[in-house]
């Protein structure tokens, strides 16, 4: 089967390495993404959308690598003005990307979407990946932890990830509408991918809104492990899954997603789990390094196709 429409549903930054890798080798306009707004926050006045702009800036080459989010070469001067005069700055927003936000959060604010806003910034920015919120619709991560329940940068920045999760809930997800276009890219595409994201604070957010599950019921899905050896490349997916009572394994992960997915990719490394998981496929999936992923990409393909 040849793949020519792809929908990706991503979060963080191992959904942008794998659309990053995706786009590479299927090529931009065959590949949809649609992202996690689940941790999407409002800081200083600013509508910020971590995941998204993740996604956005691997795409435009802007993303700091090492760091795994914002933009490379930042400076600081606008949150150190915003410091010196009392304010918060818990949340580090760098000056090149607060001038993203500022263009975001004014055009929401003149009544446009969060997905026609993407659409301009993408454009903007000379990405011609399709990267679209899963809804337009206010939807928050929700942490509950010993502490109480806190707003997910709240618990994943300001507390570092610190405290054992106890549940997690998307707040708005019953009213959430998936934005405009979502489920039509759904419906056209040949498969729909799964990125090696965090299941809890990055795909279920998506998969909450209202019509995105049911649309995916007569696709092809394919989930990418984000666990390779039992270990997140980034992230506290292992420590979340073992605190919620799932073995940290690729293993525990498919069994989270259920028969929604078709295939599970796993990589080289966890090759002995494969016989315990419905729809294994065995794959290098590592993308760490921006030069590796058109080759990881095309393999990625080549074993789905
Ligand atoms: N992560 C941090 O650990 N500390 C930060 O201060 C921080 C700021 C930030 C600003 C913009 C942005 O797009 C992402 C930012 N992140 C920061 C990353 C973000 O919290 C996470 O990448 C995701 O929300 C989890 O996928």
Redesign the pocket.
């Known amino acids: 089967m040849s793949i020519r429409k792809l929908v990706v549903l991503a979060?963080?930054?191992g959904g942008s390495r794998c659309v990053d890798a995706l786009a590479q080798a299927a090529g931009s306009e065959a590949v949809t993404v649609v992202g996690n707004v689940g941790?999407d926050l409002d800081f200083l006045g600013l509508h910020?959308s971590?995941?998204l702009?993740?996604v956005l800036y691997t795409l435009a080459g802007l993303l700091d690598e090492d760091r795994?989010?914002?933009v490379r070469d930042e400076t600081y001067n606008a949150l150190q003005t915003a410091k010196a005069l009392g304010e918060e700055t818990w949340?580090?927003?760098g000056d090149r990307?607060i001038g993203l936000h500022l263009a975001r959060t004014r055009l929401l604010g003149a009544g446009s979407t969060l997905s026609d806003v993407m659409t301009r910034l993408a454009a903007g920015l000379g990405v011609r990946v399709r990267i679209l919120p899963a809804t337009d619709d206010p939807l928050r991560t929700k942490i509950e932890t010993a502490v109480g329940e806190l707003d997910?940068?709240e618990w994943?920045?300001g507390h570092r990830h610190a405290d054992p999760v106890r549940g997690v809930r998307y707040e708005g997800a019953d009213a959430a509408r998936p934005a405009a276009g979502v489920i039509e890219a759904i419906d056209e595409a040949d498969l729909v991918l799964i990125a090696p994201s965090n299941p809890y604070?990055?795909v279920f957010p998506i998969l909450a809104v209202s019509g995105i599950r049911d649309a995916l019921r007569p696709k092809r899905v394919a989930a990418l492990s984000p666990l390779v050896g039992g270990k997140a490349l980034r992230?506290p997916l292992a420590e979340m899954m073992t605190s919620l009572g799932h073995e940290p394994s690729a293993r525990g992960v498919a069994g989270l997603y259920g028969d929604l997915i078709d295939v599970f990719v796993i990589d080289p490394e966890d090759e002995e789990l494969a016989v315990n998981i419905r729809g294994a496929v065995v794959c290098p999936i590592v993308m760490v390094e921006p030069e590796r992923r058109a080759e990881v990409g095309r393999k990625l393909l080549e074993a789905l196709a």
Do not use: A, N
């Open positions: 979060g963080g930054l941790d910020v971590p995941d702009d993740t795994g989010w914002g949340f580090t927003l990307d997910f940068q994943f920045v604070v990055s992230g």
